[in-house]
């Protein structure tokens, strides 16, 4: 398998579950991103891992929590969301000379 | 942080035309990338492109840095082209920033 894959494709969680979102990547790079992206609004960076390392939080709520165990995996485990928390969680690799490269994202909906 | 502009917002096109969309950023960048979101919300890479012009198939972009813009052509459009394409940049001192993006429908 190549490039980023993302699990799940879909996930429905209602406000006081707990869920995981999972990244993997197989081209070697060695930074990986979560993004955000809500409905009528840019991509925001959320956090940035460079060699496992986090290097970047953007101001995420504590309610997200990252995970980064080697450096193809990345994992953005989810506790007490709320409604407004709803988007595409899309996860990112990149390498110097390369460029980003995005999965193929988890649309999650709080209920 | 490093602002980026992208134009038009919307386009609409009958399959066959052609089009050029542009991206103008206002920093020097070591990263630009144009990327075509498909309905499923998948983010596909076209080109990686800080400078210089690139060609792949009906795609073609070109760079600009010392004038900060880039363009992407689209020629003999398809209506598998629509989707939203963004141009994100990547500064010495910045993450990668998106665009809003352009909405391009192409009709049959």
């Known amino acids: 398998e190549t490039g980023v894959t993302q699990t799940p494709r879909h996930l429905v969680m209602g406000m006081t579950n707990k869920k995981s979102l999972k990244c993997e990547q197989h081209?070697?790079?060695?930074?990986m991103y979560w993004y955000k992206q809500s409905a009528k609004k840019p991509l925001e960076l959320m956090f940035v891992?460079?060699?496992?390392?986090?290097?970047e939080n953007n101001s995420v709520p504590s309610r997200f929590s990252p995970e980064c165990p080697n450096s193809s995996h990345l994992f953005l485990h989810l506790h007490t969301l709320q409604p407004e928390d709803s988007a595409l969680y899309l996860c990112a690799s990149s390498q110097v000379g390369d460029g980003y490269t995005f999965g193929s994202g988890t649309r999650l909906t709080v209920v | 942080g490093i602002q980026v502009e992208q134009s038009p917002p919307d386009l609409i096109l009958q399959e066959g035309a052609n089009s050029t969309l542009r991206c103008n950023f206002s920093d020097s960048v070591n990263n630009l990338q144009w990327f075509h979101q498909n309905p499923w919300g998948q983010l596909i890479n076209l080109f990686y492109i800080p400078s210089g012009t690139k060609q792949n198939g009906r795609l073609s972009a070109t760079t600009v840095a010392t004038e900060r813009y880039s363009l992407l052509y689209i020629s003999s459009s398809q209506t598998t082209d629509s989707g939203v394409y963004f141009c994100?940049?990547?500064?010495?001192?910045?993450?990668?920033?998106f665009g809003e993006g352009t909405q391009l429908t192409v009709n049959p």
């Open positions: 994100a940049v990547e500064t010495s001192g910045s993450r990668l920033t």
């Open positions: 891992y460079n060699f496992k390392e986090q290097t």
């Open positions: 081209l070697g790079h060695n930074a």
